[in-house]
């Protein structure tokens, strides 16, 4: 129950097309769902997140789709570019005093092409 | 501003010995949490320390342990190395009194168990 199920696993995508990463959940106590995004030899950092009480979140070329019904979420990359070539984890928490721990997905390697 | 120093940033042991891996939270920052990243995985939550005690801890051996100082920083220790040891080890602080789920991962220590 404490899964977060990601994919697709590895992801190519042409410069300027739309970058589309999906994520679902089982635990219904999640409440907080960021995405981070790790490029080689980094630590994950924060791209954008959601709570369940809005459907959608949008941070200039970054948007989060939420399905609260469906327990899924997806990551939307505009106008994809070779810079955005990464790893992005989704993740969810149960957030309460003291309870910061993340459960990520498996990751999706994205590669944007010219 | 530093963010999240990690230390050492690689290293490499064997079967069975003991290891300690160091981090430095962000400046401001009083909760630090460890998570171990296999290659090709999202991280896993270890465990979180706050007020220099474990708040919460994943599903790990007791031969990780770990401790934070007054000062914050934080180490992590791993007993009886085994080869699935093998991961990148990513601490990430957060200040929590705010509530924020915002975590600032370091860039890890990537350890080799031979």
């Known amino acids: 129950q404490q899964q977060v199920k990601q994919s697709p696993q590895s992801l190519i995508v042409q410069k300027g097309g739309i970058s589309i990463i999906n994520c679902a959940y089982e635990?219904?106590?999640?409440?907080?769902f960021p995405w981070y995004q790790q490029f080689p030899g980094k630590g994950p950092a924060l791209l954008i997140a959601i709570r369940p009480d809005v459907s959608e979140k949008k941070e200039g070329r970054f948007t989060i789709s939420f399905n609260k019904s469906a327990k899924q979420f997806s990551l939307h990359i505009m106008d994809s570019q070779p810079g955005d070539s990464a790893t992005y984890f989704c993740a969810a928490t149960a957030r309460n005093f003291g309870n910061e721990k993340l459960t990520f997905g498996t990751g999706t390697r994205l590669t944007i092409i010219p | 501003d530093a963010g999240v120093t990690q230390s050492p940033t690689h290293l490499i042991k064997t079967r069975g010995q003991q290891v300690t891996l160091r981090c430095s939270p962000k400046?401001?920052?009083?909760?630090v949490s460890w998570y171990q990243q296999a290659l090709g995985q999202g991280p896993q939550f270890i465990f979180q320390?706050?007020?220099?005690?474990?708040?919460q801890r994943g599903n790990f051996p007791d031969r990780f342990s770990g401790h934070q100082f007054p000062n914050y920083s934080s180490e992590l220790n791993v007993n009886a190395l085994l080869l699935g040891d093998s991961a990148l080890y990513l601490c990430?602080?957060?200040?929590?009194?705010?509530?924020?789920?915002?975590?600032?991962f370091g860039a890890g220590s990537r350890l080799t168990v031979l």
């Open positions: 635990n219904t106590a999640f409440d907080y």
């Open positions: 990430a602080s957060t200040f929590l009194p705010t509530g924020a789920n915002v975590l600032t």
């Open positions: 320390y706050y007020e220099e005690e474990e708040r």
């Open positions: 400046s401001g920052h009083d909760t």
